[in-house]
């Protein structure tokens, strides 16, 4: 019988692409969502790259009795991945109570119900963020973690605080903690990827809008960092590479081979690429002009950080292997395929 995996916030940029790879490596997934941030359309993505529609149920996590008629009606489930979350840092400065209870509330009851129903593996979406503006990059995982700057960011290590003390009390399952560095890219098909609602906050998606002229220019927030160009430095990493990372983590823990009860890993490259790299490298992958010009610094920025990923790639046998290059043409392909169906 194949494992069954609940992902909550599954029709997220990274859920969705992690539902493709857990469908690929032969798991049943199980998606819950409540659309706040994402389309049902995402289904029909996933069921034209794997053949296969997840099960779907729209309903909000920080809902406890809806997670666990979910969870009685589907049987036995090995995981959970709880990717659901808000996460605008800007947002989350304006409305921190909305971040506090959608992200904290939600993920204790998904600890609950993991052990309520036995789960195996617990794997929780964490962010570099925990390391702020770090004293060296790469940044492994002993580095010390620095005050938050945004609730959001609070969000992230209060909920990491959370599980590694719900872990010490004895329960039954294991937990894994993933530090994303930059998630970036869509599916190689163009079925899913990104979708940003309004003005995107992130920096692929504005580039890519704005080479496809839906905005005017890109605004680079600093020249005048410590950097080689004097943009700031980032880890992009590819949202397939990444969502490879969570069979990964799965397969590790319904594998019963956790070495601790709860581990944690950075998922980059290893790579720093400042944001003039970037927009460059996007220029070449894709033969398109991007606009852009140099602003002023964005408030809270961090000037560089890059993760150090031997780890996970010794311990979870993942590692990061699309170019650049590659994943920056399939974030183009999948915005001009966002065109052709007039989303934007
Ligand atoms: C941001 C969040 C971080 C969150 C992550 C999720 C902040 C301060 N941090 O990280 O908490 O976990 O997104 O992916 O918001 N840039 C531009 N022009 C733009 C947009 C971005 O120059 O229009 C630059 C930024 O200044 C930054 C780099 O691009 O140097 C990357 O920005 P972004 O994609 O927002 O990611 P982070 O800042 O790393």
Redesign the pocket.
Known sequence: MKNKIVLTGGCGFIGSHTCVELQEAGFDVVIFDNLSNSEITVLDGIEKITGIRPAFYQIDCTDKGAVYQAFQKEGPIAGVVHFAAS?A??ESVQKPLLYYRNNLASLMNMLEAAQDFHLKGFVFSS???VYGEPDKSPVDESAPIKPA??P??NT?QIAEEIIKDYVHTGIDFNAIILR?F??IGAHPTAEIGELPRGV?????P?VCQAAMGIRKE?????NDYNTPDG????DYIDVTDLAKAHVCALSRMVDGKSKDQIEYYNLGTGKGVS?LE?VNTFMEATGVKVPYSI?G??E???EK?WGNPSHANEVLGWKAQVPLKETLANAWRWQMRLREKGVM
Not at 218 to 222: D, I, M, N
């Open positions: 996460k840092v800007g962010s570099c963020t700057t945004s959001y960011g992230k994303y930059n998630p995107p906050q992130n920096l692929l504005y890109l605004s680079v927030f600093g943009s700031c430095i980032r944001v970037l602003k610094r964005r809270g920025d961090i950080i």
